[in-house]
């Protein structure tokens, strides 16, 4: 029988176990997963590289950069980079990959971002709002911290998948929400995104300052024909995620 005394320590680790999005439960295996799948070494980096362009001397926040993956190309492609994460594990992997020349904090995309207004000339939100039930706090804390004129890159999960191809298949003018478990190391790992419809994340955008510069549904790098030769004609012939390019507008919110 177990004891009394050990019950609260088995509570608790029960509790963490079952806290949903929780990163820093495995992030190890997250980040030497991230660093060269097919859906994020060979389709999402890919796609928010070449939507970013040239980005030599751009100052450029990684809101949401996780180990560190995206941050690394960027500063590799000339870019002045500063991280943003949620997760404490996860920036210290950040930190490990880039070293002294990014400064990185941990920070809650929820929260007020602990920057100037205007700091940055491009924001990159790599798959991290489809987190947030309520992206109105978050884009106007982007749109601050946003010189005018200066973009916000983001890449969401599409909301063809979230609603036709996940279960349960809600109305789909509704913002809900969704659960399933991602397998890490042999271990089941609980998380839960929000749905939005098209229509409702523009007019989220629209409402926080930005005006709509691209949409895209790329294609994955055809390098990953040959690696993942099943995975790669399922990537290419179906939706996964969807990627904007937004133009932070004036403050005054005038065209100008």
């Given at each position: ?12 680790q ?16 997250y980040?030497?997963?991230?660093e ?7 389709y ?24 560190g ?37 941990v920070?809650d ?5 602990p920057?100037e ?7 990159v ?8 039930e ?9 749109r ?14 599409h ?5 036709t ?9 509704a ?6 478990e ?9 998380m ?5 419809p ?19 549904e790329?294609?994955?790098d ?8 099943e995975?790669?004609r ?12 937004l ?5 005054t919110?005038a065209?100008?």
């Open positions: 029988m177990e004891r009394m005394t050990d019950a609260p320590a088995a509570l608790a029960a509790a963490d176990r079952a806290r949903p999005n929780d990163y820093d439960s495995f992030a190890e295996a980040a030497a997963q991230n060269d799948s097919l859906v994020n070494a060979y999402e980096r890919p796609a928010m590289l070449a939507l970013a362009g040239d980005v030599a001397g751009r100052r450029i926040l990684d809101a949401g950069c996780g180990a993956a995206l941050s690394a190309e960027l500063r590799d492609r000339g870019a002045e980079v500063t991280g943003v994460d949620a997760g404490a594990a996860m920036v210290a992997l950040a930190e490990r990959r880039l070293g002294d020349g990014v400064p990185l904090h920070t995309l929820r929260d007020p971002l920057f207004d205007g700091a940055f000339d491009d924001v939100a790599s798959l991290v709002l489809h987190y947030l309520d992206w109105g706090p978050t884009l106007a804390e982007l601050r911290v946003l010189r005018p004129g200066g973009r916000l890159i983001a890449s969401v999960d909301p063809f998948v979230a609603y191809l996940q279960e349960p298949r809600p109305d789909y003018s913002t809900t929400s969704y659960s399933f991602w397998s890490f190391d042999g271990r089941l790992v609980p839960t995104f929000w749905r939005k098209l229509h409702a994340m523009t007019e989220a955008f629209t409402a926080a300052g930005f005006r709509l510069s691209a949409l895209s790329p294609q994955p055809p390098a990953a024909r040959e690696l993942f030769p995975g790669f399922d990537l290419s012939t179906r939706p996964c995620f969807l990627f904007f390019v133009e932070a507008r004036p403050a919110g065209d100008g």
